[in-house]
């Protein structure tokens, strides 16, 4: 079996900590683990610590044409748009994502109406994850809400897409604190593995499918008239 050629891919990876820079982020610990895999197997991997940066709060792709002084959302756009691979990960906080992790979900949102070279939506033919640290339950319910996102905005997702660690229920130590276990953690361990693996498969097999499949899903045409074989009820009668 020939090994998949995963040169030329490109993954980013967004911490949606709510800790700044150089503060240690147990999220950081997962998303160290699957991107030493990347590596290996030579794919580019970058980082965004989100609350490193000024986002304004908002859904339009540039907010300081809506009232705000300042938005590096639009010099970190090129960043987004050129990954084949997006893994959202972040910490959980009564048992829902982070405030961040919501700002940046948004934001993501704000560029769902920009078009690629096919008329289709940016994101499509690009592969998306999550993975998330907690101390409590939630990573299900945080993973559907993000997955969920992810793929409304034309992601595409893989199989067994999310992974996480959470410790007992109730306070006490998180991922990367001496004795928590989170990073022996079998079940995560695989499930790290496993997310990483099939988001440079699914990426590696879309890449050398030229993308995913235009016919059908094309705004560019819809808007030009084309309706792939649609026909309104209406106009049957």
């Known amino acids: 079996m020939t090994d998949p050629d995963f040169s030329g891919l490109k993954a980013l990876f ?9 503060e240690p982020s147990n999220t950081q610990g997962l998303i160290d683990a699957s991107a030493a895999i990347m590596t290996k197997h030579g794919v580019e991997v970058d980082q965004i610590r989100a609350v490193d940066h000024d986002l304004a709060t908002g859904v339009y792709p540039d907010m300081t044409d809506h009232g705000w002084d300042t938005d590096e959302w639009p010099a970190m756009w090129p960043r987004v748009r050129d990954a084949d691979v997006l893994v959202l990960a972040g910490p959980i906080w009564l048992g829902d994502n982070s405030s961040v992790m919501r700002r940046v979900v948004e934001r993501l949102y704000a560029m769902s109406g920009e078009l690629n ?3 289709q939506y940016a994101y499509y033919g690009r592969v998306a ?7 409590e339950d939630g990573i299900k319910h945080c993973a559907m809400n993000l997955l969920y996102s992810l793929q409304h905005l034309g992601y595409t997702i893989a199989p067994n897409a999310d992974a996480g660690w959470i410790g007992e229920a109730g306070p006490g130590p998180s991922y990367l604190d001496e004795g928590s276990g989170g990073p022996e953690n079998d079940f995560t361990n695989r499930n790290t593995t496993f997310m990483t693996w099939n988001l440079m498969q699914l990426a590696a097999l879309l890449r050398s499918a030229g993308g995913f499949p235009a016919h059908g899903n094309s705004r560019a045409q819809w808007d030009a008239g084309a309706r792939f074989d649609y026909e309104n009820p209406e106009y049957r009668a």
């Open 14 to 22: 967004i911490n949606a900590t709510l800790k700044r820079s150089p």
């Open 117 to 119: 070279d096919k008329g």
């Open 129 to 135: 994850g999550c993975l998330l640290t907690g101390n």
